[in-house]
């Protein structure tokens, strides 16, 4: 059975001009021996800066600015919350292999959630989303204030925390409110790195000559590229593979965009790739041979550390991209009730239900 990495999510939130995003994306999988059980990463406009998985037991900072302004108190704490969803994570999926009668096998579980706000408007919004097997299983309407389930097997659960009007008011105000406050928290740590603008590095590259030209850009930051092809000086779009979005190590990011062409059209015409971000145009010409079959090394750079990503964050063809429940509220106390510190057991994760009962 094959595995989708990706999350199925309806609508995808982009940051544009203006607008920042804090998300938070976790994934909950049986069924594979080599990976672990939680994955968990956090991103403050699209650039990762916590990581757990349930293997280490271990929230884990990913960026400088993070770890230069919270302590030890705030990782333990991190830590300690992640670890209790990944209890939690595994009674999910194994109600929901149940719900849909699938109990063996390959399968996930993944919550996503988040809020973000224009700085020029003042517009904020919130979003938390569950997902299991890479279809979109349950989400929260912040408009309307109820729980919306696009398949049957979760009609149960959103009926009940429909009536639960209490958990609703919290969620409400964790979104417009506390989400917002921790998303400005780390604009803040991290304006520097934040706001900076790096070019894309752009390669033509080729295994053999008789296959496929791969148009490689990397190393770029922020995200928000065009990849594009022209022929003989002309638009080119046809036999043409955009790839997904990937993060790179340092927190840049890659793409690469497959044309497939034979060597008899490749040898007669001129193929140029047109890479656009940030208001700078870049183009590549010369395409340059890989011997054997292996990838270039970058790929494969970030091919590995997007498997962290994406096997969380679940980028369906970038295919999806987003958000999650059961928020970090802004901390909670021994006894279950939020406090002004970053945590998130409070909200679904440690109620039974968040129990898909």
């Not at 544009?16 to 939680?38: D, I, K, M, Q, W």
């Not at 603008?197 to 148009?215: D, E, G, I, Y």
């Amino acid at each position: 059975m094959q595995l989708v990495v990706g999350l199925l999510f309806v609508g995808v939130h982009l940051v544009c001009a203006g607008t920042h995003s804090l998300r938070y994306f976790y994934t909950g999988v049986s069924g594979v021996s080599n990976l672990p059980e939680l994955t968990v990463v956090g991103l403050v406009d699209d650039q990762q800066f916590i990581y757990f998985d349930s293997n280490t037991n271990r929230t884990v900072p990913k960026t400088e600015w993070i770890k230069q302004n919270e302590g030890a108190d705030y990782w333990d704490s991190e830590t300690q919350t992640d670890n209790v969803y990944h209890q939690n994570f595994k009674i999910n999926i194994q109600v929901a292999k149940e719900r849909f009668n699938k109990t063996t096998g390959v399968h996930t579980f993944q919550q996503m959630y988040g809020c973000e706000f224009d700085d020029q408007t003042g517009e904020t919004n919130g979003f938390q989303q569950f997902g299991y097997d890479g279809e979109d299983f349950l989400y929260l309407d912040l408009k309307e204030m109820r729980w919306i389930s696009p398949v049957q097997q979760r009609i149960i659960t959103a009926q009940k925390w429909n009536k639960d009007t209490t958990l609703l008011e919290r969620d409400k105000h964790y979104f417009s409110s506390e989400c917002i406050e921790w998303l400005q928290k780390y604009l803040e740590y991290g304006k520097s790195s934040l706001k900076k603008t790096v070019s894309p590095q752009v390669s033509l590259l080729q295994r053999s000559s008789s296959s496929q030209v791969t148009c490689h850009a990397t190393g770029f930051y922020p995200s928000g590229e065009t990849i594009s092809w022209m022929k003989n000086g002309q638009d080119h779009d046809e036999d043409v593979d955009l790839g997904e979005l990937l993060p790179n190590e340092d927190g840049t990011f890659q793409r690469s965009s497959e044309l497939k062409v034979t060597p008899e059209e490749l040898k007669n015409n001129k193929f140029i790739c047109v890479v656009e971000h940030q208001g700078k145009t870049i183009t590549a010409k010369e395409i340059r041979t890989n011997p054997g079959d292996s990838l270039p090394i970058g790929i494969i750079i970030g091919v590995v550390s997007a498997v962290l990503l994406l096997i969380v964050t679940a980028v369906a063809g970038y295919k999806v991209y987003q958000k999650r429940t059961g928020f970090r509220p802004v901390n909670t106390s021994a006894d279950g009730s939020n406090s002004s510190t970053h945590s998130i057991d409070s909200v679904y994760s440690v109620h039974s239900d968040d129990q898909l009962i």
